[in-house]
């Protein structure tokens, strides 16, 4: 990507004539929510990188999902697409080295201090934390998406140039 290129949307306007943005751009964010706590309900799993597949596998689906819903598409090849996509998930795959960090911290941290009964419970605390940062990063990733969906559609709305 070219330092020229940032800012730029390969969004385009394909039908967004007679579409309600506002309540399209509530009825996306409640379907990244719910997204998001299935994204933090498998970061709570301790099964390696399985919370980076579901994550990956939900994100391919919802997007190119939110973006339909705006009446928009995607005017770059199907190529472009894929690295779109792949850009998505390498944001998404830094959630393995934070869980794993915020795992391995918590538990350290709790044997250290608080001592061998409480830090039965850290892990616990681990996979909550875990979870929390899984929704957080999830929903700003999809929040991220619709509102550029929105300002594109919204602009197209209005006669504008994106």
Do not use: W
């Not at 190529?79 to 998505?88: Q, S």
């Amino acid at each position: 990507m070219n330092l020229s290129d940032l800012g730029k949307s390969s969004l385009i306007a394909k039908n967004v004539n007679g579409l309600n943005l506002e309540q399209i751009r509530r009825e996306c964010q409640e379907l990244a929510k719910s997204r998001a706590k299935i994204s933090a309900g498998v970061a709570i799993v301790p099964v390696p990188f399985l919370d980076v597949a579901v994550d990956v596998g939900m994100l391919t689906k919802l997007l190119p999902q939110i973006t339909e819903r705006f009446g928009l598409e995607d005017k770059d090849t199907a190529e472009a697409r894929e690295k779109n996509i792949k850009d998505k998930v390498l944001a998404v795959g830094g959630l393995v080295a934070t869980r794993g960090i915020v795992n391995k911290t918590v538990q350290g941290f709790g044997g250290r201090i608080i001592g061998k009964q409480v830090a039965k419970y850290v892990p616990l605390g681990g996979q909550i934390v875990a979870g929390t940062i899984g929704y957080m990063i999830f929903k700003k990733i999809t929040f991220d998406h619709i509102e550029e969906c929105y300002r594109v559609a919204k602009s197209a709305q209005q006669g504008k140039a994106v």
